[in-house]
């Protein structure tokens, strides 16, 4: 099993910033893509930015320039600079990790159980 561990979450005014952290605890696994989505309140899950396991990385249009993913393979952890934070950026933001069990021999994605950015003033 791998569980996430989400952090960094808060009340921000516009035009703050947050980072948020994601690391991944577990046995027997080695660690794909990991990524952020959020929810905001009345809307579906969205992504919001993935990176690879060898850094290549994707966001949505409405965060380009102003988020920043990165990860540390070494603790199996993904991060999320916010700057430039708006009203809209509201929303619980979840960390999604694909990996491979080497025990269970099969690639598995799992959630986080994801944490909530405020941004208002």
């Known amino acids: 099993q791998v569980q996430l561990m989400e952090s960094g979450g808060g009340l921000v005014q516009p035009g703050g910033s947050l980072r948020l952290s994601c690391a991944a605890s577990?046995?027997?696994?080695?660690?794909?893509?990991m990524g952020w989505y959020r929810q905001a309140p009345g809307k579906q899950r969205e992504l919001v930015a993935t990176?690879?396991?060898?850094?290549?990385?994707n966001y949505a249009d409405s965060v380009k320039g102003r988020f920043t993913i990165s990860r540390d393979n070494a603790k199996n952890t993904v991060y999320l600079q916010m700057h430039s934070l708006k009203p809209e950026d509201t929303a619980v933001y979840y960390c999604?990790?694909?990996?491979?069990?080497?025990?269970?021999?099969?690639?598995?994605?799992?959630w986080g159980q994801g944490t909530r950015v405020a941004v208002s003033s």
């Open positions: 999604n990790a694909e990996f491979f069990h080497h025990d269970l021999l099969a690639t598995m994605t799992e």
């Open positions: 577990g046995t027997f696994f080695s660690m794909n893509a």
């Open positions: 990176i690879t396991s060898a850094g290549n990385t």
